[in-house]
């Protein structure tokens, strides 16, 4: 999309919008990831037929809006997809994120029985002792997104281990399948620095911040009925949150 234009400030203005709209439509249309490099500025201006504060303003925004990255010596890269997370969103983790325009992958990376009496237990206040333990890794089409370990008590849901595959909803199998109804969550969350396993799988470097959730889900009698922790890669979402004010 070529634009002609007497390079003033008035069509700088007026441009600027239309060049980011087309920047966003380049990188789309193109299949462009995480880490391609996008053309430099006097390539841009060539392209669009614009001048440098144009260009230099549209860039501004899109780096203000998470869509492209500068690296000093190197260029201009697009960067990683944010995605959003309601903090108090009872779903599964991948059930509360929005699939439009890109792809969502779970892999399992480990399924095991495991015995525990004390920490595993003590979130389920010590009602079971036997779980499996679901590990996986969530990504999308820029990467790797979370690590996720879930504890599902065999006592409350039998042969769990053999029905989930990698794609599968643990909360909508335990919904259908065992018709068990989730109503109360609790969760905490803090920054820390990554362990060497968790680096491994994420692919990211000990100094890389990562979001550290920990969520256990009850019956409304406030009867534990799962616990999972995962760990998320900072740079790459955004919590929030929206609540309703009564009086």
Do not use: W
């Not at 053309?39 to 392209?47: A, D, G, I, R, V």
């Not at 549209?58 to 903090?87: C, D, M, P, Q, Y």
């Amino acid at each position: 999309m070529k634009k002609n234009t007497s390079d003033t400030t008035s069509n700088a203005n007026f441009l600027y919008d239309e060049i980011k709209a087309s920047i966003k439509e380049m990188i789309k249309s193109k299949g462009m990831h995480a880490g391609a490099k996008i053309p430099n500025e006097s390539e841009l201006c060539k392209m669009f037929d614009v001048s440098r504060i144009t260009i230099r303003r549209a860039i501004k925004e899109l780096i203000e809006e998470n869509v492209i990255e500068v690296v000093r010596g190197k260029g201009t890269f697009v960067k990683a997809s944010i995605t959003e997370l309601h903090i108090l969103n009872l779903k599964g983790f991948t059930e509360g994120l929005s699939t439009e325009d890109r792809n969502i992958e779970k892999q399992i990376i480990s399924k095991k029985i495991i015995i525990d009496e004390d920490k595993i237990s003590k979130k389920f206040s010590h009602m079971y002792t036997r779980f499996v333990e679901l590990v996986r890794l969530v990504s999308d089409d820029d990467g790797q997104l979370s690590l996720d370990y879930a504890y599902l008590p065999t006592e409350l849901y039998p042969d769990i281990e053999k029905k989930i595959e990698n794609e599968t909803s643990t909360f909508q199998l335990i919904r259908e399948e065992y018709h068990v109804q989730f109503t109360k969550v609790k969760k905490e969350v803090v920054y820390l620095h990554p362990t060497p396993t968790v680096c491994e799988y994420l692919g990211i470097s000990r100094v890389s911040p990562v979001i550290f959730v920990e969520k256990i889900i009850c019956d409304k009698l406030n009867k534990p009925l799962h616990y999972s922790k995962y760990y998320l890669v900072a740079e790459r979402v955004k919590l929030y949150i929206e609540a309703e004010y009564t009086d």
